[in-house]
């Protein structure tokens, strides 16, 4: 990415081998400008026909004619050339739009775990739609616009002065106090306020999403709008800027619009001035007509040209916000990938803490998983189990120590080589609002419909897939069509069992099953990951007494490590878990006792 570039300039770099077309576009609208500046003229010289009647000549009706006839022509070929120039900035505007899009994206595909909990999904989706759209509307409209606005504003300066340059020079004079306000108007200080106001405007969509994510919070506990506090600051903060913003352009706007708009103070003195020196009367009166037609012209462009630029700056922030999310650091990536000399996990001396923490959620942690074993992570809430098992696939890299997976420190690997490897069900597996088939075969793109319902049906999903009215083809998210949780994890099991890859990592994937579908999700994994290195996170005890290794995890350590009997016969932090975990699954009616 060139870091030089900025602002506009930095936007086109976006518009790839289109470019050209653009040129194109701008030339267009240039001429075209030029083309609609002549009917114009051809009023000028109509009127001028009819002034020579006053001044004793003859009606000439067929000049009349011929003048609104090349009028007509005039215009139609300048709004030909407009709809022409206005096609070619389109194409371009869409292709950079995507182009900003994918590039924006394939950088956030780079990007560690740790960088969406400081940048929501929802506020990255809103930064990239939104100002790529600003972008777009840029190029498609004011981008020739400007040009054209230029070209007239130009041409009808340079007429003004060939016609009477005493006349003309005022009025230009004039012109150019109004363009100096509306560069001033446009000046750094307007940027300034551009970027805050934007900046509150994102907050506030920002602010608004979480306060619709938490509205169900805010039912059940009667909150109002005003109690979500964040919301509401960011409501008056954007109020604020706005009308900050609004002020600021207050003096300036009312001069700037007085002054283009006064061009009658400066031309009805000048006429008179000059009219009673001037020796021929008759001559000035026709070059003053022409002043009268062209001066409200050239306030007009001015206006339009003062609005485009304003919409440049919107387009240049929404490019530096753009730029924003390309020049995050994206995960350091080798240069030299090594190939991983087995499927072990281990972990020596690893210690890893979250960005903006005081403390390490993980410190010290030393194992190893072996190939072909199950290695389970147990521990209470927060005792750092999801973080040790998001390090394997590198969600976030370790500060300390080092994850090697076949003896290669996975930071060398090759991410593309290391995802292979790694297959992960989260506590909470997302579904893309696609067909089931597309989802389970998100995992592996080239596997077969069959392999996907085998997947499926290892995953206990028969049943899904059944009640559904499309099977495996049903599109999930979208009209009513919606599963539960468990549902949901189920799928994503069967996500997991296509990838066949030689490394599993369950972090709670059976946390919504019930009783009935965990056992059956259990035989199902039994067969799956024999010869994998399985890493497991369970809350239910139950669900790891067969794992080779149980890990037991507090605040952050490892303070005991074997296998359930072992652990149990210890009589450590691991069999005081298994006490309470066994007495909880019983429960008491009249002194009978019954399992769950
Ligand atoms: N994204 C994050 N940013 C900052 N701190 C985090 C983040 N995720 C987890 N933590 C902190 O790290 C510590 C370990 O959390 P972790 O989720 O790994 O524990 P856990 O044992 O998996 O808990 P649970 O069983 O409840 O899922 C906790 O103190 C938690 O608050």
Request: charged share 20%; net charge neutral.
């Amino acid at each position: 990415m060139n870091q030089q570039s900025s602002g506009i300039k930095r936007l086109l770099e976006f518009t790839g081998p289109s470019r050209g077309l653009l040129t194109l576009s701008r030339i267009l609208s240039g001429i075209s400008a030029l083309f609609i500046l002549g009917p114009f003229l051809c009023v000028y010289f109509a009127a001028k026909d009819l002034l020579d009647v006053f001044a004793g000549g003859s009606l000439d009706t067929e000049s009349l004619v011929r003048w609104g006839v090349l009028a007509l022509i005039l215009e139609l070929i300048g709004l030909a050339l407009y709809f022409a120039a206005l096609l070619c900035s389109h194409v371009v505007a869409f292709r950079t739009e995507k182009n900003l899009k994918m590039a924006a994206l394939t950088h956030l595909a780079k990007m560690p775990l740790g960088y969406f909990d400081r940048n929501p999904s929802g506020k990255l989706r809103k930064i990239i739609d939104d100002n790529s759209f600003q972008t777009q509307t840029f190029i498609a409209h004011q981008l020739p616009d400007l040009v054209g606005a230029q070209v007239t504003m130009a041409a009808s300066l340079v007429l003004m002065l060939l016609f009477d340059w005493r006349v003309g020079l005022p009025l230009l004079l004039l012109f150019g106090v109004g363009f100096y306000l509306q560069g001033s108007l446009n000046g750094k200080d307007s940027m300034k306020f551009m970027q805050s106001y934007q900046d509150a405007l994102e907050t506030m969509n920002h602010e608004a999403v979480e306060y619709i994510r938490g509205i169900s919070v805010v039912k059940v506990f009667g909150q109002t709008v005003h109690s979500f506090s964040k919301f509401n600051a960011a409501i008056q903060s954007y109020r604020d800027d706005a009308l900050a913003f609004t002020m600021s352009c207050k003096k300036g706007m009312v001069a700037f619009n007085s002054i283009v708009n006064a061009s009658f103070l400066v031309l009805v003195p000048a006429a008179l001035l000059i009219g009673l020196v001037s020796p021929d009367l008759p001559g000035f009166m026709q070059s003053f007509l022409f002043y009268l037609i062209f001066s409200p012209a050239c306030a007009v462009m001015l206006n339009k040209i003062m609005y485009m630029t304003s919409y440049k700056m919107q387009a240049e922030e929404s490019m530096r916000r753009i730029d924003g999310i390309l020049s995050a650091k994206p995960q350091r990536e080798t240069d030299r990938p090594q190939t991983a000399g087995g499927h072990d996990i281990s972990f020596a001396d690893v210690t890893f803490r979250y960005e903006g923490t005081d403390h390490p959620a993980v410190s010290h942690l030393s194992f190893i998983a072996k190939p072909g074993t199950t290695t389970a992570l147990v521990g209470h809430s927060g005792s750092g189990k999801s973080t040790t098992a998001s390090l394997i696939p590198r969600f976030y890299d370790v500060q300390e120590g080092v994850v090697r997976i076949g003896g290669v420190d996975i930071r060398e690997m090759a991410s593309e080589d290391l995802m292979k490897k790694v297959a992960f069900v989260f506590q909470n597996p997302r579904l893309f609002k696609d067909t089931l088939l597309a989802n389970i075969c998100a995992a592996r793109p080239e596997a077969t419909r069959e392999e996907a319902l085998q997947a499926a049906h290892l995953a206990q999903c028969d049943d899904i897939l059944a009640k559904l009215p499309q099977g495996i083809d049903t599109v999930v998210g979208s009209k009513g069509v919606y599963l539960s949780g468990g549902e949901t994890q189920r799928i994503a099991i069967a996500r997991a069992i296509l990838k066949d890859a030689p490394i599993v990592l369950l972090d709670e994937a059976t946390a919504y099953a019930d009783p009935e579908s965990e056992q059956q999700i259990q035989q199902a994994f039994k067969g799956l990951t024999k010869g994998k290195t399985v890493v497991m996170i369970a809350h239910r005890l139950s669900t790891v007494r067969d794992a080779e290794q149980i890990v037991v995890m507090k605040q952050g350590g490892i303070v005991e490590k074997g296998t359930h009997d072992g652990l149990v016969a210890q009589g450590g932090e691991y069999a005081r878990m298994w006490d309470n975990y066994t007495k909880s699954t019983q429960w008491h009616i009249g002194g009978e006792v019954k399992s769950c």
